[in-house]
Protein backbone atom coordinates (compact mmCIF):
# COMPACT_ATOMS: atom_id res chain seq x y z
CA UNK A 1 0.00 0.00 0.00
CA UNK A 2 3.07 2.48 1.20
CA UNK A 3 5.13 1.53 -1.84
CA UNK A 4 1.92 2.14 -4.23
CA UNK A 5 1.33 5.41 -2.66
CA UNK A 6 5.08 6.22 -3.08
CA UNK A 7 5.08 4.96 -6.55
CA UNK A 8 1.86 7.33 -7.47
CA UNK A 9 3.59 10.41 -6.05
CA UNK A 10 7.09 9.93 -7.79
CA UNK A 11 5.24 9.52 -10.80
CA UNK A 12 3.45 13.11 -10.65
CA UNK A 13 6.46 14.60 -9.24
CA UNK A 14 9.27 13.28 -11.75
CA UNK A 15 8.26 15.54 -14.79
CA UNK A 16 8.21 18.63 -12.51
CA UNK A 17 11.81 17.80 -10.03
CA UNK A 18 13.29 16.08 -13.05
CA UNK A 19 13.09 18.92 -15.60
CA UNK A 20 16.23 20.72 -16.73
CA UNK A 21 14.48 24.11 -15.12
CA UNK A 22 14.01 22.69 -11.87
CA UNK A 23 17.46 20.82 -11.90
CA UNK A 24 19.20 24.66 -12.97
CA UNK A 25 17.41 26.23 -10.36
CA UNK A 26 18.70 24.01 -7.77
CA UNK A 27 22.30 24.25 -9.02
CA UNK A 28 21.93 28.42 -8.90
CA UNK A 29 19.91 27.80 -5.01
CA UNK A 30 23.27 25.65 -4.11
CA UNK A 31 25.68 28.30 -5.56
CA UNK A 32 23.87 31.34 -4.06
CA UNK A 33 25.85 31.86 -1.23
CA UNK A 34 29.14 31.92 -3.23
CA UNK A 35 27.68 33.93 -5.90
CA UNK A 36 26.82 36.87 -3.58
CA UNK A 37 29.93 36.75 -1.36
CA UNK A 38 32.22 36.53 -4.69
CA UNK A 39 29.88 39.37 -6.13
CA UNK A 40 29.70 41.37 -2.79
CA UNK A 41 34.31 40.60 -2.21
CA UNK A 42 34.35 41.95 -6.11
CA UNK A 43 32.63 45.01 -5.70
CA UNK A 44 34.34 45.86 -2.70
CA UNK A 45 38.03 44.44 -2.90
CA UNK A 46 39.38 46.47 -0.12
CA UNK A 47 36.85 45.04 2.26
CA UNK A 48 37.65 41.32 0.81
CA UNK A 49 41.42 41.79 1.25
CA UNK A 50 40.96 43.16 5.20
CA UNK A 51 38.84 39.99 5.65
CA UNK A 52 40.77 37.42 4.81
CA UNK A 53 43.72 39.49 6.97
CA UNK A 54 41.18 38.97 9.85
CA UNK A 55 41.10 35.92 9.39
CA UNK A 56 45.20 35.67 9.51
CA UNK A 57 45.68 34.99 5.66
CA UNK A 58 48.55 36.88 4.72
CA UNK A 59 48.73 38.59 1.91
CA UNK A 60 45.26 39.54 1.76
CA UNK A 61 44.78 40.89 -1.56
CA UNK A 62 46.00 37.91 -3.78
CA UNK A 63 44.40 35.76 -1.53
CA UNK A 64 41.02 37.72 -1.85
CA UNK A 65 41.38 37.73 -5.77
CA UNK A 66 41.71 33.98 -5.54
CA UNK A 67 38.83 33.43 -3.34
CA UNK A 68 37.05 35.53 -5.72
CA UNK A 69 38.27 33.98 -8.82
CA UNK A 70 37.90 30.68 -7.59
CA UNK A 71 33.83 31.36 -6.08
CA UNK A 72 32.73 33.18 -9.48
CA UNK A 73 34.53 30.72 -11.45
CA UNK A 74 33.34 27.43 -9.95
CA UNK A 75 29.60 28.72 -9.93
CA UNK A 76 29.71 29.28 -13.39
CA UNK A 77 31.16 25.98 -13.91
CA UNK A 78 28.50 24.26 -12.16
CA UNK A 79 25.47 26.35 -13.43
CA UNK A 80 26.41 26.12 -17.07
CA UNK A 81 27.46 22.13 -17.14
CA UNK A 82 31.18 22.87 -18.12
CA UNK A 83 33.00 20.45 -16.31
CA UNK A 84 30.32 20.76 -13.60
CA UNK A 85 32.30 18.35 -11.32
CA UNK A 86 35.77 19.95 -11.05
CA UNK A 87 33.40 23.07 -9.71
CA UNK A 88 31.57 21.31 -7.62
CA UNK A 89 34.48 19.83 -5.84
CA UNK A 90 36.45 23.14 -5.92
CA UNK A 91 33.44 24.59 -3.97
CA UNK A 92 33.19 21.92 -1.81
CA UNK A 93 37.00 21.76 -0.45
CA UNK A 94 36.34 25.50 -0.47
CA UNK A 95 33.38 25.81 1.21
CA UNK A 96 35.15 22.94 4.08
CA UNK A 97 38.72 25.03 4.25
CA UNK A 98 36.80 28.34 4.88
CA UNK A 99 34.34 26.84 7.64
CA UNK A 100 37.40 25.58 9.60
CA UNK A 101 38.90 28.57 9.21
CA UNK A 102 36.20 31.31 10.30
CA UNK A 103 33.32 29.29 12.39
CA UNK A 104 35.56 27.78 15.11
CA UNK A 105 33.00 27.13 17.49
CA UNK A 106 34.94 25.28 19.56
CA UNK A 107 36.79 27.86 21.02
CA UNK A 108 33.64 30.05 21.67
CA UNK A 109 32.43 29.93 25.64
CA UNK A 110 29.46 28.34 25.92
CA UNK A 111 26.47 30.47 25.08
CA UNK A 112 24.48 31.79 22.38
CA UNK A 113 27.68 32.78 20.64
CA UNK A 114 28.68 29.71 20.32
CA UNK A 115 25.75 28.13 19.89
CA UNK A 116 24.89 30.60 16.55
CA UNK A 117 28.63 29.50 14.96
CA UNK A 118 27.81 25.99 15.68
CA UNK A 119 24.72 25.81 14.10
CA UNK A 120 26.76 28.09 11.11
CA UNK A 121 29.68 25.61 10.94
CA UNK A 122 27.22 22.63 9.96
CA UNK A 123 24.72 24.51 7.78
CA UNK A 124 28.29 25.25 5.68
CA UNK A 125 29.20 21.56 6.02
CA UNK A 126 26.05 20.36 4.93
CA UNK A 127 26.75 23.11 1.72
CA UNK A 128 29.72 21.34 0.96
CA UNK A 129 27.85 17.84 1.17
CA UNK A 130 25.22 19.37 -1.54
CA UNK A 131 28.79 20.14 -3.61
CA UNK A 132 29.96 16.47 -3.50
CA UNK A 133 26.96 15.36 -4.00
CA UNK A 134 26.69 17.26 -7.57
CA UNK A 135 30.15 16.31 -8.19
CA UNK A 136 29.42 12.16 -7.65
CA UNK A 137 25.86 12.77 -9.85
CA UNK A 138 28.06 14.40 -12.54
CA UNK A 139 31.01 12.00 -11.90
CA UNK A 140 28.55 8.74 -12.06
CA UNK A 141 26.86 9.75 -15.26
CA UNK A 142 30.14 10.30 -17.19
CA UNK A 143 30.82 6.57 -16.10
CA UNK A 144 27.45 5.33 -17.46
CA UNK A 145 28.40 6.99 -20.64
CA UNK A 146 25.98 10.51 -20.21
CA UNK A 147 26.89 13.42 -21.57
CA UNK A 148 24.40 15.77 -20.76
CA UNK A 149 25.89 19.25 -20.59
CA UNK A 150 22.87 21.25 -19.10
Not at 15 to 28: E, I
Not at 31 to 36: A, G
Not at 43 to 63: H, K, N, Q, S, V
Amino acid sequence: MLLKMEAKLAGACTPVFTSHPARWLGLLALCSPHIITGVNRLLDFTAAAREMEGYGLLPGRPIAAVVILLQLSAVAMIVSGFCRWIGALALCIFTVMATFIALRFWEIPFGAERFAAMNLFFEHMGLAGGFLLVAWYDLHKWRRGGRDWS
